[in-house]
């Protein structure tokens, strides 16, 4: 039974260094890329006006094997893993900290953030290449919506008779819901034994101090079921 186990431990060692050298090496040739002449393209054209440009040019950048690579990915995994690299390159060409056409295309559509916009072109590219639907729209009122529910809430929002509440802690979790962000902000200067949370999706509610260790105790995938349940009471 240990030499069973030993050989298990072996096999899963070289599945997690596999998908390590698998990370390493597409970071690694989307770096060659960009230092390579076929990155002239990004200087050579247009500037991006639209989504459509900026899936057009990345595809105009990458080759064939390359894009095979990224095909294997999972979506999740391609956009966190080339955001700092290759993504910090695309946003510094393409003007997305500045006032850009491209930036004023995705302000006119109600995204702000330089880091939202690439995560958007990111998705879109990865969309288009596995030959599924961009899905603009959601994916435009995904990064709204984290910022409606990450923001804690103003003093006119509170119950009434409520002074004085400080959020300085949060927890972010997706609902099953379209996947939807949430965050759970819960107070930080409590002097008696409840707190206070807040929930753009749920509202205000008063914790017991059990309640409370309860919620930070369970994982980000089981907090809406708790939450349903904690908010359907009186």
């Excluded at 080759?63 to 294997?72: E, G």
């Excluded at 105790?217 to 349940?229: A, F, H």
Aim: proline share 3%; hydrophobic share 35%.
């Amino acid at each position: 039974m240990r030499d069973a186990h030993v050989s298990l431990s072996i096999r899963t060692l070289g599945t997690t260094r596999a998908r390590f050298l698998d990370v390493l090496s597409i970071i690694l040739l989307f770096s060659s890329q960009l230092f390579c002449q076929d990155s002239e393209i990004l200087d050579t054209v247009d500037e991006p006006k639209n989504i459509n440009d900026c899936i057009e040019l990345i595809n105009m950048q990458l080759n064939d094997s390359l894009k095979s690579v990224i095909k294997s990915w999972p979506e999740d995994e391609f956009v966190a893993n080339v955001h700092m690299g290759y993504g910090l390159n695309l946003r510094n060409r393409w003007g997305l900290w500045g006032d850009s056409r491209l930036s004023k295309y995705f302000n006119d559509l109600g995204i702000f953030h330089p880091d939202d916009m690439l995560g958007i072109i990111l998705t879109s590219y990865y969309r288009h290449l596995t030959q599924r639907e961009l899905q603009l729209d959601t994916q435009v009122n995904y990064y709204k919506l984290y910022w409606l529910a990450i923001e804690p809430p103003s003093k006119e929002d509170r119950p009434n008779g409520l002074k004085d509440v400080e959020f300085g802690s949060a927890r972010y979790y997706h609902l099953a819901k379209d996947n939807k962000p949430g965050f759970l902000h819960f107070q930080t200067n409590s002097k008696t034994d409840s707190t206070w949370i807040y929930d753009y999706h749920f509202g205000w509610k008063n914790l017991s101090i059990q309640q409370l260790e309860y919620i930070e105790s369970i994982k980000s995938g089981s907090l809406e079921i708790v939450l349903t349940d904690i908010f359907s009471k009186n």
